[in-house]
């Protein structure tokens, strides 16, 4: 049967007990399918009526006729003698429309002058670096990459911090690392500042928060410390085996 070719087999006892004939299939719908035939999960009723529209809609004469022979000779659809039996098969499904969703409009890089590794900053100072990144025209968009440095963020302490400079935000027109969150004073983001400034300048972080050591009371240093503890750990162990 068609179902099991679907791999909706277990529904077949349920078409069966509510004698779905070849005619009746075009009009099963999603409701007549869950409040009549009581398929209450929503992917087999999908499942089910997908299944049907490539019956119909691809002429499964083979099929259909053994769903209408299935249909005439049961018990509840016995035709008398005054009643000839006729197979009919069901008129195929209308062909809806198919809907035309927008398709997003891509705007391709423009044609721009080779933007070196080294020196950005240094380079976008200059009359060809300025036409680029002030240029409103550009798409100066801000996409997701690898992790790199930012260009305009500098910072008086770099003992551990280099990973604090870094940043996953780059802009796709300038090719450029560049933060998208404001630090410490500053009004406006790495990136919002690189697009808008005439001459670009290295912008503070501010301080990383000072360590808090935290000392406990009655606290002896010459006997508190953790080498002390160590050795008064060891020296206990080793009385401990003598003894």
């Given at each position: 049967m068609w179902l099991h070719r679907a791999g909706l087999g277990n529904f077949e006892e349920t078409f069966r007990e509510n004698a779905i004939s070849g005619d009746i299939l075009p009009t099963l719908t999603n409701e007549v399918l869950r409040n009549d035939m009581k398929i209450a999960a929503y992917g087999h009723r999908a499942k089910?009526?997908?299944?049907?529209r490539n019956v119909i809609g691809f002429g499964d004469?083979?099929?259909?006729?053994?769903?209408?022979?299935?249909?005439?000779?049961?018990?509840?659809?016995?035709?008398?003698?005054?009643?000839?039996?006729?197979?009919?098969?069901?008129?195929?499904?209308?062909d809806h429309p198919q809907c035309n969703h927008p398709t997003p409009t891509v705007i391709p890089l423009p044609e721009l002058p080779e933007i070196p590794?080294?020196?950005?900053?240094k380079f976008f100072n200059t009359k060809v670096g300025k036409d680029i990144r002030l240029n409103p025209s550009f798409s100066h968009v801000m996409i997701q990459e690898s992790r790199g440095s930012c260009v305009m963020c500098f910072s008086e302490s770099t003992t551990g911090?280099?990973?604090?400079?870094t940043t996953?935000?780059?802009?796709r027109t300038?090719?450029?690392?560049?933060?998208?969150k404001k630090f410490g004073g500053n009004s406006t983001s790495c990136f919002d500042a690189f697009h808008?400034?005439?001459?670009?300048?290295?912008?503070?972080?501010?301080?990383p928060r000072p360590r808090v050591t935290y000392i406990l009371p009655n606290w002896d240093p010459a006997t508190d410390s953790y080498e002390s503890l160590k050795r008064a750990v060891q020296n206990r162990q080793k009385r401990e085996q003598q003894s």
């Amino acid at each position: 049967m068609w179902l099991h070719r679907a791999g909706l087999g277990n529904f077949e006892e349920t078409f069966r007990e509510n004698a779905i004939s070849g005619d009746i299939l075009p009009t099963l719908t999603n409701e007549v399918l869950r409040n009549d035939m009581k398929i209450a999960a929503y992917g087999h009723r999908a499942k089910i009526l997908k299944a049907i529209r490539n019956v119909i809609g691809f002429g499964d004469d083979a099929t259909m006729s053994f769903i209408a022979h299935r249909s005439l000779t049961s018990h509840s659809n016995l035709p008398t003698a005054e009643t000839p039996i006729a197979h009919s098969i069901p008129p195929p499904l209308i062909d809806h429309p198919q809907c035309n969703h927008p398709t997003p409009t891509v705007i391709p890089l423009p044609e721009l002058p080779e933007i070196p590794k080294v020196g950005r900053r240094k380079f976008f100072n200059t009359k060809v670096g300025k036409d680029i990144r002030l240029n409103p025209s550009f798409s100066h968009v801000m996409i997701q990459e690898s992790r790199g440095s930012c260009v305009m963020c500098f910072s008086e302490s770099t003992t551990g911090r280099r990973r604090e400079l870094t940043t996953t935000r780059k802009c796709r027109t300038c090719q450029v690392h560049l933060c998208a969150k404001k630090f410490g004073g500053n009004s406006t983001s790495c990136f919002d500042a690189f697009h808008e400034m005439d001459t670009l300048e290295k912008r503070p972080r501010p301080a990383p928060r000072p360590r808090v050591t935290y000392i406990l009371p009655n606290w002896d240093p010459a006997t508190d410390s953790y080498e002390s503890l160590k050795r008064a750990v060891q020296n206990r162990q080793k009385r401990e085996q003598q003894s």
